[in-house]
């Protein structure tokens, strides 16, 4: 029963680890209550509406409460198509007012040399470190609260519906995502802090696919099963080549549509897909015996050279690919910013997409 962790009859959250390990429906339950809780507060407001004109303390009274559980039922949505979290490590180290952060990168050089019994030049290692910056910048979407609003919600003892509150969460969210991919904004052509993203980073060795499909054609629809077999090995493998054997690419990612492609194509007479089959036999599960992880995003489906696809293989750890989130989305508390409207702001600090070892990621255009 949700009464272990929220009061039984306004359902206000009294225990948050339990309210997290609560189901959904439990939480809804809970959520319900609350509501009703809300609009029994809205309700002794009745006669008190026309001090929201003129005392902002009675505005914020009405809306504070029903803030805190409009922003509990936001945080519990989730949105699948926004998340970047699976495709790279999220740091958040910080908060909402750091700068920037610093890091540094070492080099070992030196190697060992044959000596004669009495050498006076024994070889020496040593090691190269460059300091490096990473700045972080202020974000923000938020809503509002029209005086006619809350007088209606309060005459007629309803609860404020949390749509406005989901669609500034949502909105942050993609904002989020396009940064993490691209570096820009929605819809932006450019990067308006220079940034580039999981897709279009200039340092990550790129390459086309060969040019041996029938036609020839470069696309996948016109190659065998071996041939695009190949083509997706010799991603993998370019890792495990390019960074001297130190590292490998465990993650495959795909433009929606090839994954699509992919998981519909048959092998001959079998159940089993092209898909299936790759992620069976693969380079980096032949050399490691775990499985390779693929993902679709439709981030791809025009990031490759002149508008083609691109399909991205890359070993998916913090030490290679990181976004910065010191400050995630976060609602202000409520305030009367005009003589008609309450604003609830929302900010964020977003440190964007850092690749610190771009060979261990590769492009694979064209196809």
Do not use: C
């Not at 029209?146 to 519906?161: I, K, P, T």
């Not at 052509?189 to 390459?207: F, M, Q, R, Y």
């Not at 071996?226 to 960074?243: F, G, K, S, W, Y």
């Not at 495959?252 to 998981?263: D, F, N, R």
């Amino acid at each position: 029963m949700f009464i272990n962790f929220a009061d039984a009859t306004g359902g206000i959250i009294t225990d948050a680890n339990a309210w997290h390990g609560a189901d959904e429906s439990t939480r809804q339950r809970a959520l319900t209550a609350w509501k009703a809780h809300d609009a029994r507060l809205a309700a002794s407001f009745a006669d008190k509406t026309a001090e929201f004109l003129v005392d902002a303390q009675v505005g914020r009274a009405f809306l504070t409460p029903q803030l805190y559980r409009i922003e509990t039922e936001v945080y519990m949505r989730k949105y699948p198509s926004f998340d970047f979290g699976q495709l790279m490590t999220v740091i958040t180290d910080g908060d909402h007012w750091d700068v920037g952060t610093v890091f540094y990168s070492m080099d070992q050089v030196g190697k060992a040399e044959f000596l004669a019994g009495k050498a006076f030049d024994m070889p020496y290692a040593s090691t190269l470190m460059n300091q490096h910056t990473h700045a972080f910048h202020l974000a923000g979407i938020g809503y509002e609260w029209s005086v006619q609003e809350m007088e209606r919600a309060a005459r007629l003892g309803r609860s404020l519906s949390s749509d406005k509150a989901m669609a500034a969460d949502q909105a942050a969210q993609a904002f989020l995502w396009s940064i993490a991919m691209t570096g820009r904004t929605p819809g932006a052509a450019t990067s308006e802090k220079g940034w580039t993203g999981l897709v279009n980073n200039a340092s990550v060795p790129s390459a086309q696919v060969p040019n041996d499909g029938t036609g020839p054609a470069r696309t996948f629809a016109s190659k065998t099963d071996a041939q695009v077999l190949r083509d997706i090995n010799e991603a993998l493998i370019a890792v495990h080549t390019a960074t001297g054997e130190t590292h490998v690419a465990n993650t495959l990612l795909l433009p929606t549509s090839t994954y699509q492609e992919l998981a519909s194509r048959r092998l001959g007479d079998t159940a089993d897909t092209l898909l299936d089959f790759i992620r069976q036999k693969n380079a980096y599960t032949a050399l490691t015996g775990q499985p390779l992880t693929i993902r679709a995003t439709r981030a791809l489906e025009t990031a490759g050279t002149g508008n083609s696809k691109r399909l991205i293989a890359y070993d998916n750890s913090r030490e290679v690919i990181r976004f910065h989130l010191p400050g995630p989305h976060q609602f202000l508390p409520p305030f009367q910013k005009g003589s008609m409207v309450y604003e609830v702001g929302g900010i964020m600090n977003v440190g964007g997409v850092e690749i610190r070892l771009p060979k261990a990621i590769v492009y694979r255009d064209s196809f």
